[in-house]
């Protein structure tokens, strides 16, 4: 099986799906994979990317699993999306955030196209990166009613069960200056300085130092900056996009309103997700725990996500969701990789957790 996986997880990584076009090229890709297998899968459009969806196993009577994936990738550089394998390691962009995962997904539902202990649906969207606030994939899902027991993305965890992830608060913030001939800066007053200022006010602002059982702080970004128009010139306007990862329990409204508090900055919300809390003692949670454990010299269920997921789309309806994926590194980074041993340990891992379902109590 390991072959087979890792050469599909190879193929999806090959497309460059950062571009709506290679996401639908990809998407048509899996329909095809899940269609020659047997399994139908049926296809909608949200924003103009694909959602992806596909059931097997008995329809009633039995749990019912959601296991829920991406195909979209932030941008790379060309050559990662050649992938390439250097021992244990199988680099590329999506390699562990989460073509790798979805791959074990879609080789794990296949396997179960036979048995009757479980139903299983597999999820695919286009639009996990996206950075708008409405009309998601996986909300679309949700809505829809394509819905399960028990639900599982396959974000990158290292084989530890994600009970916990970080709030999504994006900013963008509007700091002014007075412009001047550059040959002359001490006349006027620097935007993108003052911008990098509000920046670092905004990392020493009180909640930025709040800790939990799980994470020892937010996480604050700066990931875009626009400021100036001229070389010779002194901006006199900056425009920064700031990305804060609040902790379960903070306030996204009293943070904004801490940034805006900060003197010279006109501040936007661009986008807001809640942050993902899911119960332990779920009998789900308990058996994919029971799944994982093998694998574990430790806990397996002690991580909390700084990253989001589509997990909270789950969460918002009361199903029960977890993140869980393979070993790897480098996510969103230049040198992104995902485990060849892992992805078949935790190929296995879902295939035993769905077997050890049958009988297990509707939550």
């Not at 990584?13 to 139908?40: H, M, N, Q």
């Not at 935007?191 to 604050?220: C, G, K, Q, W, Y």
């Not at 997921?309 to 393979?326: I, Q, T």
Request: glycine share 12%.
């Amino acid at each position: 099986m390991t072959t087979e996986l890792v050469a599909l997880a190879q193929r999806l990584i090959s497309y460059e799906t950062c571009e709506p076009e290679t996401v639908w090229e990809a998407a048509g890709f899996v329909k095809g994979w899940l269609e020659a297998r047997g399994i139908e899968a049926g296809r909608a459009e949200v924003r103009g990317l694909p959602v992806l969806t596909a059931e097997v196993g008995p329809a009633d009577g039995v749990p019912t699993v959601v296991l829920e994936g991406h195909l979209d990738v932030v941008p790379g550089r060309a050559e990662q999306f050649e992938p390439r394998i250097e021992g244990d390691r199988l680099y590329g962009r999506g390699a562990y955030d989460m073509k790798g995962a979805l791959a074990a997904m879609m080789t794990v539902t296949a396997a179960m196209r036979e048995q009757d202990a479980v139903r299983v649906r597999l999820a695919v969207v286009g639009d996990e990166e996206s950075e708008e606030g409405e009309e998601r994939g996986c909300d679309h899902l949700v809505d829809s009613g394509f819905l399960g027991d028990f639900a599982i993305t396959g974000e990158p965890t290292d084989l530890h069960i994600g009970v916990e992830a970080k709030g999504v608060l994006a900013v963008r913030l509007e700091v002014a200056g007075t412009a001047a001939h550059g040959a002359t800066p001490w006349l006027g007053d620097n935007a993108v300085l003052n911008a990098i200022d509000v920046f670092r006010s905004i990392e020493s602002l009180p909640f930025a130092r709040h800790s939990s059982e799980l994470f020892d702080r937010p996480s604050i970004n700066l990931g875009r900056i626009w400021g100036g128009d001229a070389l010779n010139k002194v901006p006199d306007r900056c425009v920064i996009d700031v990305d804060i990862r609040y902790l379960p329990g903070q306030d996204p409204g009293a943070i904004l309103a801490a940034v805006r508090g900060i003197e010279g900055v006109e501040a936007t919300e661009l986008l807001t997700r809640p942050p993902a809390t899911v119960a332990r003692d779920s009998v789900f949670v308990q058996a994919l725990r029971e799944a994982t454990a093998t694998h574990h010299d430790g806990e397996p269920m002690s991580v909390g996500r700084d990253g989001a997921s589509d997990a909270v789309s789950f969460l918002r309806v009361g199903v029960p969701a977890v993140e869980f994926g393979p070993i790897g590194a480098g996510h969103h980074g230049p040198g992104e990789w995902v485990s060849v041993s892992s992805l078949e340990t935790y190929r296995q891992a879902l295939e035993s957790f769905l077997g050890s379902l049958a009988g297990t109590a509707h939550e």
